[in-house]
């Protein structure tokens, strides 16, 4: 057995290890990614890959606790900086298209929730615009009569998630950083003032020490921050996308709805795709959930009463994928307290984050001041004492399905 050292282990190759693994190796550090599986095929490669630069609907449909809109905006401001120069960063395009989009509202609660959006949204510097219905379908005629309102924002998009973690990969790799997939993260010590961290079985096993352990295991984040010693109230969650074949009808903008669980937008090849954050089937924790048919009826329902063209288009396919959800719905970002030199990140809208969350890391692990004030994001919110667990916290994982049932 050889013990190897790094200047950081990064536990996760999703999107957001891959980010922070290339701002590390970038800024000079000997950085090495280990995954249990391939990289970028859990929640990053199963995400929608929206960019959600205009306020999100707050609560995906099943989830207790509404998000903080307005807190989440100035983060949603710094993100869209960085995804404007993220292809010129990473030197390879990763299909990011900022084609705008519209959050549409049908009911007149949900217009004055557009205004309030609106008026966040100006404080935090996101530009957007109310158009009343009419004006919403003059701009984009496949919106549906039952549009009332809609706010539109220039700043929207997405990008290509199958190209996005390997691109921040690739980019590591140009400055010394090293991935190793299919290498499970099994113990993690306390190793004098750092860590020891052990991967793989038998003849494939790595033992590395590090003075700093960056814990981004998604949906795992919890169990790998539990090799530490550390019990966080995270909880794992599946959702599920649906794809349509080609349209050839175009669409060029993100459609959302303020009030209910709806992303839709069509990508380069002409599919649509349709999420929203509906959920999957009960996720296991060897990340497999399967699809919900009660989710595809109401996510597919809902997109085409908003866009009634969809009605027309057969579903091509749908998929599940896990993603790690707080008790309070806010990101998960900073250094474990008590535990020097463990970093953790993870929660909501990570993909839209990965890249001002990877540039946060290397800031905070570096001793430098974060480009966004993340001071109550950190992970002392979701510690469970010592000799308590998630469990004792009420955060047992809920079945999709009942959650489902709840839904307002
Ligand atoms: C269907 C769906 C749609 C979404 N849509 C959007 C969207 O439109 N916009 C947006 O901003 N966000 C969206 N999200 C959320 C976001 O995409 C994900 O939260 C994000 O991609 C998660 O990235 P991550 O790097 O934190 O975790 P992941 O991509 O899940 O990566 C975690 C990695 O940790 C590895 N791992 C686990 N255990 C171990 C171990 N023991 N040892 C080593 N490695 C381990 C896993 O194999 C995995 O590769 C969506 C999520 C889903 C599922």
Redo the contacts with the bound molecule.
């Keep these: 057995m050889t013990t190897r050292t790094a200047d950081a282990v990064i536990?996760?190759?999703?999107?957001?290890?891959?980010?922070v693994a290339s701002h590390l190796a970038r800024s000079g550090h000997r950085v090495l990614v280990?995954?249990?599986?391939?990289?970028?095929?859990?929640?990053?490669?199963?995400?929608?890959?929206?960019?959600?630069m205009q306020a999100v609907h707050t609560k995906r449909p099943g989830q207790a606790v509404p998000l903080d809109s307005a807190r989440f905006l100035p983060l949603q401001r710094a993100a869209s900086d960085r995804w404007e120069t993220l292809e010129e960063e990473l030197e390879t395009s990763v299909e990011v298209r900022r084609t705008g989009g519209f959050t549409i509202a049908e009911t007149d609660e949900q217009c004055r929730e557009l205004h309030d959006k609106h008026g966040w949204e100006a404080a935090a510097g996101i530009p957007t615009e109310i158009l009343d219905g009419d004006a919403a379908r003059a701009a984009l005629p496949l919106l549906g009569p039952t549009v009332a309102a809609a706010t539109w924002c220039d700043l929207d998009g997405?990008a290509n998630?199958l190209k996005v973690?390997p691109a921040y990969l690739d980019s590591a790799a140009r400055h010394g950083g090293r991935t190793l997939a299919f290498?499970?993260?099994?113990r993690i010590t306390r190793n004098g003032d750092g860590w020891r961290v052990v991967?793989g079985h038998g003849a494939a096993e790595r033992v590395v020490d590090t003075p700093v352990v960056v814990d981004?295991?998604?949906?795992?984040?919890g169990?790998?921050a539990a090799?530490a010693g550390i019990t966080l109230r995270m909880t794992p969650v599946?959702?599920?996308?649906h794809a349509t074949v080609r349209s050839s009808a175009t669409m060029s903008h993100l459609v959302q709805h303020i009030g209910e669980g709806l992303?839709v937008k069509q990508v380069a090849a002409g599919n649509l795709l349709i999420?929203g954050?509906w959920p999957?089937l009960s996720m296991d924790l060897a990340?497999r959930s399967g699809t919900s048919l009660d989710s595809l009826v109401g996510n597919v329902a809902l997109a085409v009463r908003v866009l009634p063209f969809i009605r027309d288009l057969r579903l091509l396919r749908m998929?599940?994928?896990?993603?790690?959800a707080t008790p309070d719905e806010m990101p998960v970002i900073g250094e474990v307290p008590g535990a020097p030199g463990f970093y953790v990140?993870?929660?909501?809208?990570?993909?839209?984050?990965?890249p001002l969350w990877g540039e946060t890391l290397r800031c905070l692990i570096e001793g430098k001041p974060p480009p966004v004030d993340i001071s109550d994001l950190g992970p002392g919110r979701l510690m469970v004492p010592a000799g308590g667990s998630a469990r004792d916290n009420g955060l047992e994982q809920e079945n999709p399905q009942d959650r489902r049932s709840k839904r307002c």
């Design positions: 536990v996760g190759a999703g999107v957001l290890g891959a980010s280990l995954d249990r599986g391939a990289p970028g095929r859990e929640g990053s490669g199963t995400t929608a890959g929206n960019l959600h997405y998630p973690t290498a499970p993260v099994r991967a981004v295991a998604g949906p795992w984040l169990e790998i090799m599946a959702i599920q996308m992303s999420g954050g999957a990340g998929w599940a994928g896990p993603l790690a990140a993870g929660g909501t809208y990570a993909f839209t984050f990965a």
